[in-house]
């Protein structure tokens, strides 16, 4: 029995891809949960009739996202190895898609220089070790363009309508996909073999758009959550061209725009390594430009005229593009040039990669703090968290991220479980209005991120009045447990 040469690349395509998920999942619950991560355990871990509730005030723009990872929790738990593994996967299938779209439009060449570049990219490196939707995006984006490139090829209606319905599907995975539909499509009727055809393609994304305009209304009504809490700045433009793809990385931003002025140099002048690209492999040039372009520049435009929509993560949904374009170019050098070039970007990206399988890589410890806390007794203790300064000195998200670690101590300033509501978090009081009902227990663990007198100091004077002592204080990397005895109960 004969294999033919097509069944064999896809075998080889499918044993690449559980080649790149296994790398991916190499400590992947190393690093501790932090505050958009526990957002989702406090989504994923909650009843239906309790999310779909929640839709209604918060995150509906993840809904679709959160929706998948409380059927997968059902079933994997919510550990931060079972909530990451998604997007560990949806990773390692985006750079499979981009193997098959970069083989249809360059050649083998350009697909494994496109699934190679993208998983180079720090923001993907990021995407994959982050239990949000952002790694879900950028696979939906990916399959929309795979779908139009079917749709510029074989012409027929068919592929028109599984367009539309990848189209819609995408936008419900993440809003701002719209704007990578709209790039594609605009880049089908921009270039001149393509325009009678991207006028159709207009059409289908025409349709997914009012198909899912009751969701974008939905989702326009929870406008905050898309952003608006800053202005652009000079910091902006630094996040546009460091850390929107390459995270805090500015030698692996250096060293990708000078690969591709040199590949687009070479391009230019025409000394490409193999012949000219044919006609059906330049169909995809201006979608992917569009792609990667249109939504930078109307996501920007729009934060320039109103409060800023701009978030770096946002635009890992462009990534892919970026990879493809990449290696379109990278494919003007020489053999041996191109793969030194590749060399020398996987170098610059290695100190990303180390740095994102840190214990405190999401610059928190909480799972350091959860452990310490359930090494500890738990008869006649209450905890008291302090309140939140910023996203990351959020501790009482301990409780949602680890609450086995965190069973039977005593939460006196829990008011309402975030299970309970109709939002993320919990609905907790002040410590300081609580403090009088410690005096019913033997041991207070204080846990606090940074000091604040506001709050250490009236903690402490009340503790103090209520006839504890500061037993012991323990320096975590990033967290401070302080453990407050009953005087009574220490010994001389």
């Not at 679709?64 to 059902?74: F, G, K, P, S, V």
């Not at 990451?84 to 898609?97: E, G, M, Y």
């Not at 500015?250 to 690969?259: D, E, F, G």
Request: with cysteine; glycine share 4%.
């Amino acid at each position: 029995m004969t294999i033919s040469a097509t069944a064999r690349e896809r075998v080889l395509v499918v044993l690449a891809g559980c080649l790149i998920l296994s790398v991916q999942l190499i400590w992947l619950e190393r690093p501790s949960y932090w505050y958009d991560e526990v957002a989702t355990v406090s989504g994923a871990t909650r009843s239906w009739s309790s999310l779909l509730a929640m839709f209604q005030n918060v995150d509906m723009v993840h809904a679709a996202y959160y929706l998948i990872m409380n059927a997968w929790t059902r079933v994997a738990g919510s550990s931060e190895f079972a909530m990451r593994f998604p997007s560990a996967l949806a990773v390692s299938l985006t750079a499979v898609a981009l193997y098959f779209l970069g083989a249809r439009h360059g050649g083998r060449t350009v697909a494994v220089l496109a699934g190679i570049l993208y998983l180079l990219l720090p923001r993907v490196m990021w995407s994959a070790t982050e239990a949000r939707s952002f790694a879900f995006a950028a696979l939906a984006a990916t399959l929309v363009v795979l779908c139009l490139s079917w749709a510029l090829t074989i012409r027929n209606f068919a592929s028109l309508v599984v367009f539309t319905v990848a189209a819609a599907l995408s936008v419900f995975v993440f809003m701002y996909n719209a704007l990578v539909i709209a790039g594609i499509v605009l880049g089908a009727l921009v270039y001149p073999k393509t325009r009678r055809r991207g006028f159709a393609l207009l059409i289908a994304a025409t349709t997914a758009a009012i198909v899912v305009s009751p969701f974008l209304l939905a989702v326009l009504a929870q406008r905050a959550q898309l952003g608006g809490t800053r202005t652009i700045s000079v910091t902006t433009w630094y996040e546009v061209a460091v850390e929107q793809y390459f995270l805090d990385n500015p030698l692996a931003s250096a060293a990708w725009v000078a690969a591709l002025v040199g590949g687009g140099i070479m391009a230019i002048t025409g000394r490409r390594r193999r012949g000219d690209i044919d006609p059906r492999q330049r169909l995809l040039l201006f979608p992917i430009l569009g792609w990667l372009i249109l939504p930078q520049v109307l996501i920007l435009s729009y934060s320039a005229m109103a409060p800023s929509i701009y978030q770096p993560r946002a635009l890992t949904i462009s990534a892919p593009a970026l990879a493809l374009a990449s290696a379109w170019l990278l494919r003007s050098l020489r053999r041996w040039h191109m793969w030194a070039v590749v060399f020398i970007l996987a170098l610059t990206t290695v100190p990303s990669a180390v740095a994102l399988r840190e214990p405190e890589a999401k610059n928190t410890d909480w799972r350091s703090v959860a452990d310490l806390m359930a090494s500890l007794p738990v008869s006649a203790t209450a905890v008291i968290y302090a309140p939140p300064q910023d996203v990351n000195s959020y501790v009482a998200l301990v409780r949602l991220a680890y609450p086995s670690s965190v069973e039977g101590i005593a939460d006196p300033t829990l008011i309402t479980p975030a299970e309970e509501r109709a939002y993320l978090f919990d609905n907790r009081t002040s410590p300081l209005e609580v403090a009088p009902q410690l005096a019913q227990f033997d041991r207070v663990l204080v846990v606090l991120r940074e000091p604040d007198p506001d709050f250490s100091e009236p903690m402490s004077a009340e503790l103090t009045q209520a006839g504890f002592e500061n037993s012991e204080k323990i320096d975590l990397p990033l967290t401070t447990l302080q453990v407050w005895d009953r005087s009574s109960q220490l010994v001389p």
